[in-house]
């Protein structure tokens, strides 16, 4: 896929985050429980997930391949990710979707600068160049104006 057609679907994947995030934190209101949302989006995500798999699966990893995955690959995505997502349900429905969404975009930013410029996660190294700081606090600013009341 070229890098357009590449940007416009993490462009569409940013909407639907932020989508669900505003479903779900209402979920979370009604239930008197953003981790109670979260279980439900979570065991829902795993249902679709489940089935996207079946229809879309090609080939599958074999026991070997399985084995030699880190022990800590398996949990902690999904620890971080619970802890994000409940986070974002708690915090929606207190702050707003729009003030919500740019603060964790500017966590977003800041977290993915530093660690691309270390390779962290076993990631690329994308190092922080005089063209990226320029961006990144053309962002911050972007994120602060949203935010200014």
């Known amino acids: ?52 798999v079946l229809f879309s699966s090609k080939n599958s ?14 949990f902690t995505g999904g620890l971080f990710s619970v802890l994000g997502i409940s986070l974002y349900y708690y915090t929606i429905p207190k702050l707003g979707i729009s003030t919500m969404i740019s603060l964790g975009l500017f966590g977003q930013l800041i977290f993915s600068v530093i660690a691309g410029h270390f390779g962290w996660l076993n990631l690329p190294t994308e190092p922080i160049t005089i063209k990226r700081t320029i961006g990144l606090i053309t962002m911050m600013v972007g994120i602060l104006l949203i935010n200014i009341k």
């Open 61 to 74: 990893p074999n026991w070997l391949e399985i084995k030699q995955i880190p022990v800590y690959l398996w």
């Open 1 to 52: 896929m070229n890098q357009y057609v590449l940007s416009g679907l993490a462009i569409i994947g940013g909407m639907f985050l932020a989508a669900q995030g505003g479903l779900n934190s209402n979920l979370g209101v009604l239930l008197k429980n953003p981790l109670l949302a979260s279980v439900v989006a979570f065991f829902c995500s795993t249902v679709f997930a489940l089935i996207f």
